[in-house]
């Protein structure tokens, strides 16, 4: 009887440590559903919408001016952020606010993306904390999954006057 239980015991932990073992390389590689919180992408992706991250192209660098990124927080690990990828490594990106009159210009250095929320007035960004690691890259939204009025791929920034191809 005893053996009948350790025995039944030890077969649900190895299926349970097969599975998770599964489940983590589906999530960390394959990607995964988000649910987004916060002001900064709106009108795109608004508060408690439900995203769709897949992460193969981070890892294959697929990543392109125009996505939207999900990112380690870089003020704070713990947490993830959603932003539009503004430039790339080498790119020239205007690193001032909208409403300053005077413009200031950057380079995006080498390994890093400048990041900005498509609510420029009340988004935390590249123009709070600088260019972003891309190792920091945690995947790229491809669609919208809720509300299901909204279901489907996601529209262009409106913000495009902002990409410089200088």
């Known amino acids: 009887m005893f053996r009948n239980v350790l025995g039944k015991t030890l ?9 998770g073992c599964i489940a983590h390389c589906a999530f960390e590689y394959l990607g995964g559903i988000v649910v987004c919180s916060g002001p900064s992408m709106e009108p795109t992706i608004q508060n408690s919408d439900v995203v769709f991250s897949e992460n193969l192209s981070r890892h294959f660098y697929c990543i392109r001016k125009g996505d939207i990124v999900i990112v380690k927080n870089p003020n704070d690990p713990k947490s993830n952020i959603c932003k539009r990828v503004i430039g790339l490594e080498g790119d020239k990106v205007c ?33 709070c904390y600088g260019p972003v690691p891309y190792g920091l890259i945690r995947g790229r939204i491809c669609f919208k999954i809720w509300p299901l009025n909204d279901f489907g791929f996601l529209r262009a920034s409106p913000n495009g006057h902002r990409f410089l191809d200088d």
């Open 11 to 19: 077969r649900f932990l190895g299926y349970t440590v097969q599975y």
């Open 95 to 127: 690193t001032s606010n909208p409403s300053d009159f005077l413009k200031s210009h950057s380079y995006v250095p080498k390994g890093h993306v400048w990041l900005e929320g498509d609510n420029l007035r009340n988004s935390t960004d590249s123009r």
